[in-house]
């Protein structure tokens, strides 16, 4: 089944420490996304890639990192930098054709909690 | 700024009424619009998608969309609701070809039996 998957479900972090969240797509698809989504805020835009070995800022980059070394791979990790980093996170990705970015697809999310 | 506004932040309909869903987008003049539905707990699913052409588009689970480039709305519409419509939708919103999306702050749907 093509998809994306987000590892782990729940994730649980003590303050002070940086974690690394998962996101595997094998849609083949070319652009994959970070949001973070906190009750009554909608979506908002961590980073975001569009190809191999590049990536860009979104509106709240802030504490996280990611790296995009391969197609179906996009890791997010939370650095301790973060100050509020409790909230779900949602992975995403979309297929560039004909230099159109199509409609994005979301994995299941993971939710973090520091503890 | 680009944004996405949808001004309804909950709305309670009763199982088998009509529901619109509304959502206004700030710029663009050739905008790639998404209606996105979100279970709690879960990732968010499509229920359609306007790029170009017919300005009325079908999705899926009997929902429709349309878009009014004289108002910036892409409006979503169901003629009658389920009970297992309830959950959150978020209007999306992309201003050029390659460009990110933009979500609307969400619309939090309840049914009434």
């Known amino acids: 089944d093509g998809g994306i998957t987000q590892s782990p479900k729940y994730l649980f972090r003590k303050e002070g420490q940086n974690v690394t969240l998962s996101c595997e797509q094998n849609?083949?698809?070319?652009?994959m996304y970070w949001y973070r989504q906190d009750p009554g805020q909608g979506l908002r835009l961590i980073y975001y890639?569009?190809?191999?070995?590049?990536?860009q800022k979104g509106d709240i980059a802030e504490g996280y990192s990611v790296s995009r070394e391969k197609k179906e791979s996009f890791p997010l990790t939370v650095t301790s930098a973060q100050k509020n980093p409790t909230a779900f996170y949602l992975c995403?990705?979309?297929?560039?054709?004909?230099?159109?970015?199509?409609?994005?697809?979301f994995g299941q999310g993971t939710r973090l909690t520091v503890v | 700024a680009q944004s996405v506004t949808q001004p309804d932040i909950h709305i309670t309909v009763s199982e088998g009424a009509s529901l619109e869903l509304r959502c206004n987008y700030s710029?663009?003049?050739?905008?790639?619009l998404f209606w996105y539905v979100q279970s709690p707990g879960q990732g968010l699913q499509l229920l359609l998608k306007?790029?170009?052409?017919?300005?009325l588009v079908q999705g899926i689970k009997g929902f429709e969309a349309e878009f009014k480039r004289s108002q910036s709305s892409f409006n979503l519409r169901k003629p009658s609701v389920h009970w297992s419509d309830a959950a959150e939708y978020f209007c999306?919103?992309?201003?050029?070809?390659?460009?990110?999306?933009?979500f609307g702050r969400g619309t939090q749907l309840t049914v009434w039996p």
């Open positions: 995403a990705s979309s297929r560039i054709k004909d230099n159109v970015n199509t409609e994005a697809f």
């Open positions: 849609l083949n698809h070319d652009a």
């Open positions: 890639s569009q190809i191999v070995n590049d990536f």
């Open positions: 710029y663009g003049a050739t905008p790639y």
């Open positions: 306007y790029f170009s052409g017919d300005t």
């Open positions: 999306a919103y992309r201003g050029s070809t390659l460009g990110r999306l933009y």
